[in-house]
Each structure stands twice: as structure tokens, then as C-alpha cells.
């Protein structure tokens, strides 16, 4: 399988389960989700929504629709993920891909252990390509100026998603939380987001924090863009791996939304 084929596959597999999606209308987590014979089923034997017309076809189209979009980001976050691991594999030559990954145990309020993971890890001390390592180790270290902090001695960790537009409190905290212990355990924290959305409070408030963010724009420096990045430190053009399959991700995405959009 060549790199364009496998990282093809490794965006597009966690969007294509999209199609499968079905609401769960507040089944549980355990519950399949309802197809629409069963949900007629369901709302026609309610009599206050049978009476006001909720058992329709358009009201399970709605509800499919609603779910199926959280559903779309979610999985192309997953895929953003999967391709960026991918190709930090690819690029560092790592003796073993489990070097990309990283996590730590913390302990839940309730006394239990749980282990948080973070989604690529630039580990200096593994990296086999020796063009790679020099030019990762110089822009930690840039990095790290420009956040005004010492560099870190292990390299990086990545938590990657496909956009941020979110304002929940909680997830910051985690964020922040994140930032703390990589940097406890050596490693510079970035956050790598494939699109260029994203709340200007939350990269000031995640800077201050000492935190690093990357963004999908196609200009500035290496330690403003991941389009730059990737292609100046990695030494792999994400933008034109985009540019260049962007019609056949265009027609998966587009073949996915037809499906979530329908009533069947």
C-alpha cells in the first residue's frame, strides 16, 4: 500500500462509519440506535406525539440529521488523528509506530486510576531519520522561546482535532490539565487543528498556559500553521495531500451527508 493510498484510509475509514449512524432517541449508550420502522413504531403508539404528528418520516429525518452531523465531526476529527499519527510514523522512521503514542494515569475523584492519552508523540531520543530529528529538535526549541518557557528534553506531544469551536469549560480544564503533565514529563504540548477555526480566547488562553497551538491555515511560520509545519519539519506536504485528493474525500463526505439526510 503506498503513503497516499494508506493515508486515504486512515482519514476516510472513521467518516465512512457515519453511514451507519442511527438516533438512539434516549436508549442509552448499550441501545443501537432506532431505524425508522421502529421509530414509527414507537411514536405512533405515544399518544401525545401521535397526536401533534411527531411520528413522521420527517421527524426521524430531523433527528438522524442532527445526530449524524456530531457524528461527521467527531469521525473526522478520528481521521484527522489517525492520518497525522500516520504520517509522524512515516516521516520520523520509528523503529515501532507505539512510539507515536503517549498517555499517562491520573486519579478520578472517586480514588481510580484512568489513563488519558494523547494522539502523536515526537519522541527525540527514537527518531530515526536524522534530517527529521535535527529539524524537530529546532523547532521545539523556537517553540519553546516563543512560549517563553526551556525546552523540554523528551520532544512532543500532539492532541489533534479537526476544529475547536467549543467554549466548554470542562474541556479546557482537560486541555490545560494536559499542558501541566507534559510538560512535567518533558514533553512540549501542542495542539494540532486541521481547520483554521478557532476561538482567539482559547489559543490565547492555552499559550498563557504554555501550551502550543498549530492551526490549519496555508501561511505564517511553523509554529503558527500545521500546514507549515508538516511540510517544513516533517518534511511531508499535508496541504497538497488535501489539494490533491480533495474530490475524492469530497465525494465520501458528500455521499455520507446524502445518507445521514435521508429518512431510510
Not at 449512524?21 to 425508522?36: A, C, I, N, Q, T
Not at 430531523?62 to 457524528?71: E, F, P, Q, R, V
Amino acid at each position: 500500500m503506498t503513503d497516499e493510498t494508506l493515508y486515504l484510509k486512515r482519514f476516510l475509514d472513521p467518516i465512512k462509519v457515519c453511514r451507519r449512524y442511527k438516533p438512539k432517541f434516549g436508549l442509552g449508550s448499550r441501545e443501537e440506535g432506532l431505524d425508522l420502522a421502529r421509530f414509527l413504531s414507537i411514536y405512533g403508539a405515544d399518544p401525545f406525539y401521535s397526536w401533534i404528528g411527531l411520528d413522521s418520516d420527517l421527524m426521524y429525518a430531523a433527528h438522524k440529521a442532527a445526530g449524524g452531523m456530531t457524528s461527521v465531526y467527531r469521525q473526522i476529527g478520528k481521521g484527522c488523528e489517525n492520518l497525522f499519527r500516520q504520517i509522524v510514523i512515516d516521516r520520523t522512521q520509528y523503529e515501532d509506530p507505539k512510539f507515536a503514542l503517549w498517555s499517562y494515569i491520573t486519579t478520578t475523584k472517586t480514588g481510580k486510576n484512568k489513563t488519558l492519552s494523547l494522539d502523536a508523540r515526537l519522541e527525540l531520543s527514537k527518531i530515526q531519520n536524522l534530517d527529521v530529528k535535527a529539524r524537530v529538535n529546532q523547532w521545539i526549541a523556537d517553540y519553546s522561546i516563543y512560549l517563553g518557557v526551556p525546552a523540554p528534553a523528551n520532544g512532543a506531544v500532539f492532541e489533534v482535532r479537526q476544529g475547536y469551536k467549543s467554549k466548554d469549560s470542562k474541556r479546557q480544564n482537560a486541555d490545560i490539565d494536559n499542558i501541566a503533565v507534559a510538560w512535567a514529563n518533558g514533553y512540549l504540548p501542542v495542539f494540532a487543528i486541521f481547520s483554521a477555526q478557532i476561538d482567539a480566547d482559547l489559543v490565547l488562553r492555552y499559550r498563557n498556559s504554555r501550551g502550543g497551538i498549530i492551526i490549519g491555515t496555508t501561511s505564517g511560520s511553523s509554529q503558527i500553521s500545521l500546514f507549515v509545519f508538516s511540510h517544513e519539519v516533517l518534511g511531508y506536504d499535508l496541504a497538497d495531500f488535501f489539494h490533491r485528493n480533495s474530490e475524492v474525500i469530497k465525494s465520501e463526505v458528500y455521499s455520507t451527508l446524502e445518507i445521514l439526510l435521508r429518512a431510510e
